[in-house]
């Protein structure tokens, strides 16, 4: 019943295999199962649900068959373990959540099952979110799928959404949802060569997703292609009354702005993002997709952003203040881990000292710190204002361009451990993701080509709010002006 | 005033007071809140702090808020916003309380306050808050364990804090009966101290007269009037002793230990110092429509102060009983009930004299009141048409307490019915004379005194249904005759 074959189409055309019954949702999620089995060593899940996957497909076949498909009937896919699935194990890549079986799933990953998807399993992440390497899960570093040419050294899938990330590129899920603080969809896509698109605040509800830093969390698609991340989008987007932020602005069918057409497109191209660290592929890169976006018609525009160089202390501030605050509920008491001690201070000590990692904990003591009686003006308040003049930029911005071409990393997918001792070289990861979560703009990753050693280079398009249509029209552009075919090292299936 | 040892001293008192919102659901989820349910009935995941819960905020408190500041004529600000104040506690279950800090959704108001020798004192209210309730940790269930009931994490609660205008224990308490009783006017609160509907921190310092404000201690959760003014009254002498030795009060939170009668400090422990306040992402900032608190405004119900002085102009009550009339929503619409269409004068005597003494051998509230507004009323209405007399009518009242029937009835049963024929009672009178023949040449010969002997011997012939003011009428003519 499990056909390799299967693993090479992406959405769009399994589920166009599907409404025409070449293949059953059975049959496509058994060879899932399969790849999801045969893609342990990149360690991209922290719990399959293959049974869970039958079932689901089943009723899909069901529904097929009497000619009642859903959007996303049959379609198999994997989700992040910061989303809370009713009665499936859920970490959120913590020691401190051992055992959390909660008794509700997440707005967002509702809405798929009711759509039709097929839960894969629980995809591996940084400890709740944090991190820009998937390797400071309490359950093992995510592999990336690629390798650099004749180098064996495993390297990092980039995150937060890494196992999400690595399980898309290596044919083990067709699409995935993963969450965005900081550029932990974007990011993660970039380095393993496939698209993945941090909607605009409130467009995806946060509601059962676990929190790292509210105001900057968004919940989105990561899919192969520029369209399968459309249609993710349209199951996953709306209004929730559960989410207090999330937005009263009606879904629309997210394919139809796939046209193609951007002739008279502004395209802003910011002279800020030109840092000083950055390789000169990358510099190249970003020069072909302005190109590529000339040609198809648009206008690139040079414009500025001035307050880019405060973007990555600022969200530092913000975000970690906010997790100090969000994880101060691990404490031992209702859920998850428990490390008994002698009186109540010493269990709240020993708890939080076995169950948060170094980087969680390295963050929640810089978020209480920025938010600490005489620190507060100074960090929180004043990043709090900074954002604000960040936001302005955008919207001064989007005046004069419909959106804004970057690079998504300023590099590309490094060695396991390579980064780990040093968080600021980590951290720089973000300086090209950051500044959209804290304007709360959509912004989407579309793999453009390859480093001088071999692995995958992303480009940006960030856009209004609420336009994810200018967005993912433009994306649609530039993958096929890029037309990446690069396919990683490991690919499930292909052992054949 | 508090005589000192060396000399007087002025207590500065403020107070920080805990009012649980009506509301059926929490403040941010649709929990119930209903008091004395089976413990951890009444939580949600959002109240439990689960991972990734959110919180939507429960529009119906915002509008009890809303209308409670504008029932202590403050200031109700358009714009608010709701912050977390971090610390750990495990009846804390987010690790947080969500609560408003520097945008408050009530700004300035005030209390009038009734003192004692008539005068009125206006005490300022700073501020209004809603914010959200904690758990309760059961420390008395197991020997070496803690159990946590979660059915009040999440419960609305409003913070109403005072200026420091209250000089003594007594002005505290008028403050906190007055304060209630605008809250149940308001249908806000319950004001039901037992239950912990309504809690208060007080804030006490001393000072000599005319001095600036000296260092404050907060003791922490009183759950009664007469607490609140024990505790002060023993903190304000508790500093006013360090400060006659020559030593300096230290500012502290203490607690009130009313087994002795007495306030201790909190253990360090006890005392949580940063609260990390920031505003709540998970919240947008609470924005009102000014269209909509007018409306509210003008739907608001009287307040004890207007309907005091409605008593006093319109009823021509005076105004101490109209003050106690109002003093409790409950007696005011009782009373209001009993005067409607009736002399109010009388109805009132009848409320705080009669009513006020039964409820009190009793021992229960109007709410359990043997007799309704409406029986008495029926009873006054007897009164007015001369069925009964004054003099009978306590007797059907207290049969009306006894049995809880209708004076009527009971008028009927026992035959109370006061007689007002002028020849039944002319007859009662000649009998009278005829049997006592010598004290009526007595009175004649100028003994007046026994008019009241021949009025009594008429009421007993007439077992006391004689109507009085004919008696008189009809004796006076016999007698002059």
């Given amino acids: ?496 | 005033m508090i005589e000192g040892r060396t000399r007087e001293w002025e207590t500065v008192i403020g107070l920080e007071v805990h009012a649980q919102v009506i509301s059926k659901a929490k403040l941010f989820s649709g929990a119930a809140t209903d008091f004395g349910a089976e413990p951890n009935t009444e939580v949600s995941p959002v109240d439990a702090g689960f991972p990734g819960m959110l919180p939507v905020l429960n529009r119906f408190c915002v509008e009890q808020a809303v209308k409670t500041g504008l029932g202590l004529s403050a200031e109700i600000n358009l714009n608010s916003v709701f912050e977390r104040k971090n610390y750990f506690y495990p009846d804390l279950p987010a690790g947080y309380q969500i609560s408003q800090y520097q945008q408050p959704l009530v700004g300035y108001g005030r209390v009038s306050l009734d003192m004692p020798d008539g005068t009125t004192r206006e005490i300022g209210v700073t501020r209004l808050h809603l914010e959200q309730d904690a758990g309760k940790s059961l420390h008395d269930q197991h020997p070496t364990l803690t159990h946590l009931d979660l059915n009040r994490a999440g419960v609305a609660l409003m913070e109403i804090v005072s200026e420091p205008d209250l000089r003594s224990a007594e002005e505290a308490g008028i403050y906190l009966r007055k304060l209630r009783s605008i809250l149940r006017y308001l249908d806000t609160c319950d004001g039901n101290m037992e239950e912990g509907s309504l809690r208060c921190d007080c804030n006490v310092s001393v000072r000599r007269p005319g001095e600036p404000l000296g260092t404050r201690c907060e003791i922490k959760n009183l759950n009664s009037i007469r607490y609140v003014m024990q505790a002060i009254e023993y903190e304000a002498r508790r500093q006013i002793e360090i400060l006659e030795e020559g030593g300096r009060v230290e500012q502290q939170t203490r607690l009130f230990d009313s087994g002795r009668g007495i306030t201790r400090p909190m253990r360090s422990k006890e005392e949580p110092h940063d609260y990390r306040y920031f505003p709540d992402p998970d919240l947008l900032p609470l924005v009102l429509d000014p269209a909509w608190v007018e409306r509210l405004r003008g739907e608001l119900p009287e307040r004890p102060d207007a309907k005091k002085a409605r008593f006093v102009s319109d009823y021509g009550l005076s105004d101490d009983d109209a003050g106690v009339l109002v003093a409790e929503k409950e007696t005011a619409l009782y009373f209001e009930r009993v005067a409607q269409r009736r002399d109010p004068k009388v109805a009132a005597n009848w409320v705080m004299g009669d009513l006020f003494g039964v409820l009190n051998r009793l021992g229960v509230g109007l709410d359990q009141s043997p007799v309704a507004a409406e029986q008495l009323g029926a009873m006054i209405d007897l009164i007015a048409d001369g069925t009964i007399s004054g003099r009978l009518a306590k007797d059907v009242f207290a049969e009306m307490v006894a049995s809880g029937a209708d004076a009527a009835a009971i008028v009927e049963a026992k035959g109370l019915r006061q007689v007002t024929d002028a020849t039944v009672i002319e007859a009662a009178i000649d009998a009278v004379f005829a049997a006592q023949a010598d004290k009526v040449a007595e009175f004649r010969a100028g003994r007046d005194k026994l008019y009241g002997f021949f009025v009594g011997q008429i009421m007993r012939a007439t077992q006391g249904k004689a109507n009085p003011a004919l008696v008189n009428q009809l004796l006076n003519k016999k007698l002059a005759g």
């Avoid at chain 1, 939080?352 to 170094?358: D, L, M, N, Q, Y």
């Avoid at chain 1, 978020?367 to 009686?373: E, K, N, P, R």
């Avoid at chain 1, 930029?393 to 690079?407: G, K, M, R, S, Y």
């Fill in chain 1, 1 to 496: 019943m499990s056909d390799p074959a299967l693993l090479a189409l992406n959405l769009a055309e399994a589920r166009a295999g599907l409404a025409r019954k070449a293949f059953s949702a059975r049959e496509l999620a058994t060879t899932y199962n399969d790849a999801v089995a045969e893609a342990k060593p990149l360690n991209a899940y922290i719990t399959p649900t293959p049974e869970r996957a039958l079932a689901m497909a089943d009723a899909a076949d069901q529904r097929l068959v009497r000619g009642e498909a859903l959007p996303l009937d049959g379609i198999p896919i994997a989700v992040k373990d910061l989303f809370c699935t009713k009665e499936v194990l859920t970490t959120a890549g913590s020691h401190i959540l051992e055992g959390f079986h909660p008794p509700y799933e997440s707005t967002v990953t509702d809405k798929l099952w009711r759509a039709g998807a097929v839960m894969l399993g629980k995809a591996n992440l940084d400890e709740f979110a944090m991190g820009s390497s998937s390797t400071t899960s309490w359950y093992g570093p995510v592999e990336n799928p690629w390798r650099r040419p004749g180098d064996n050294r495993p390297l990092v899938a980039g995150g937060s959404s890494g196992g999400s990330a690595a399980a898309v590129a290596a044919h083990a899920a067709l699409a995935a949802t993963g969450t965005d603080t900081g550029g932990s969809i974007r990011q993660p896509a970039s380095f393993c060569g496939i698209v993945g698109l941090k909607p605009t605040y409130g467009r995806c509800s946060r509601w059962g997703v676990v929190a790292f830093a509210s105001s900057l969390d968004h919940p989105g698609p990561i899919g192969r292609t520029v369209r399968d991340v459309a249609i993710m989008l349209g199951a996953m987007a709306g209004h929730d009354p559960k989410d207090s932020t999330s937005a009263p602005v009606p879904v629309t069918d997210f394919e139809k702005a796939l046209t193609g057409d951007i002739r008279g497109l502004r395209v802003g191209i910011p002279k800020e993002y030109r840092v000083d660290e950055m390789p000169r592929e990358i510099e190249a890169l970003w020069q072909r997709g302005v190109e590529w976006l000339r040609l198809a018609g648009a206008e690139p525009v040079d414009i500025s952003l001035p307050m880019t160089k405060y973007a990555l202390p600022t969200y530092y501030i913000i975000a970690l203040a906010e997790a100090s605050s969000n994880l101060a509920r691990y404490d031992g008491v209702r859920f998850g881990l428990r490390v008994e001690g002698d009186g109540l201070e010493e269990m709240y000590e020993l708890t939080r000292a076995a169950g948060f990692g170094a980087e969680v904990r390295r963050r929640v003591l810089i978020g209480t710190y920025v938010l600490s009686a005489g620190y507060y003006d100074a960090y929180y308040l004043k990043a709090q204002r900074v954002r604000a003049l960040i936001a302005r930029d955008f919207a001064a911005t989007f005046e004069q361009v419909d959106c804004i071409l970057t690079p998504t990393a300023p590099s590309a997918a490094f060695t396991i451990g390579e980064k780990t001792d040093d968080p600021i070289a980590m951290y720089l990861n973000d300086v090209f993701t950051v500044p959209a979560n804290l304007a709360g703009v959509p912004a989407i990753s579309i793999p453009a080509g390859l480093s001088d050693d071999g692995l995958p280079l992303g480009l940006q398009i960030t856009g209004r709010a609420f336009d994810e249509e200018t967005v993912l029209r433009v994306a649609g552009i530039l993958e096929n002006a890029a037309s990446f075919r690069h396919l990683p090292s490991f690919l499930a299936g292909a052992g054949g």
